[in-house]
């Protein structure tokens, strides 16, 4: 089965910029898989950040932004806050229908 | 304002059976696939299972194929997960969502229903 991979955790400073990606474990991420980002805090439901490689959903700040590079897909935060300390999960859809989640990045603001 | 309700959680020893519910409201449900995905304790989200807008087409991750079963009520703008033969890797909080057609993105989520597998 088709496995997506993140970094398991990136570290950065208030104000600073980090780019987390979602790679496959064969092959490139394209725009035809729909690359998707959420945030999961504890105790909340998942909150839809980047949809369609780079499109910020409704209400997302413009410091998240969506992209490929290279054979990945990625999400940059630029000017890093307090409250971006989280973990963050791309999917990927698959064209035999299912879509599949990567393993998360924890994100720690320090 | 969209919602998303799942209710049906709690505790099941293993080998048993659960149904859980998503009701929703705010949007015309006939018209979206809707999606089911869970955290485990200490893991990452998964995708588990979507569902087309008319029901003719449901797709599972390999985990629960033969195990699980999506259906939906438009009339009731309801989702449901049939969950049998479940096994402690099932422990999760499960999440109901909608997903848009064309975008494939999950764009708005339920709160969640705790399901524990244990004996």
């Known amino acids: 089965q088709t496995v997506v991979t993140q970094e398991p955790s990136f570290s950065v400073s208030p104000g600073g910029t980090v780019t987390l990606t979602c790679g496959l474990s064969s092959g490139s991420v394209s725009t035809s898989y729909y690359p998707s980002w959420y945030q999961l805090t504890p105790g909340q439901a998942p909150r839809t950040l980047i949809y369609s490689t780079n499109t910020r959903s409704s209400g997302v700040p413009d410091r998240f932004s969506g992209s490929i590079l290279g054979n990945k897909a990625a999400l940059t935060i630029t000017g890093a806050q307090a409250d971006d300390e989280s973990d963050y999960y791309c999917v990927l859809y698959m064209s035999t229908g299912v879509s599949v989640f990567g393993g998360g990045t924890k994100v720690t603001v320090l | 304002e969209v919602q998303l309700v799942e209710s049906g959680g709690g505790l099941v020893q293993p080998g048993g059976s659960l149904r859980l519910s998503c009701t929703t409201s705010?949007?015309?449900?006939?018209?979206?696939?809707m999606t089911w995905v869970r955290r485990a304790p200490g893991k990452g989200l998964e995708w588990v299972a979507h569902?087309?807008?008319?029901?003719?087409?449901?797709y599972y991750v390999d985990s629960v194929k033969g195990r699980f079963t999506l259906s939906r009520d438009n009339a009731k703008n309801s989702l449901y997960l049939q969950m049998n033969s479940l096994r402690a890797e099932d422990t999760a909080v499960y999440y109901c969502?909608?997903?848009?057609?064309?975008?494939?993105?999950?764009?708005?989520w339920g709160q969640g229903t705790l399901v524990t597998v244990s004996s």
């Open positions: 969502a909608r997903r848009d057609t064309t975008l494939k993105v999950f764009d708005y």
């Open positions: 705010g949007f015309t449900f006939s018209t979206y696939w």
């Open positions: 569902i087309n807008q008319d029901g003719s087409e449901k």
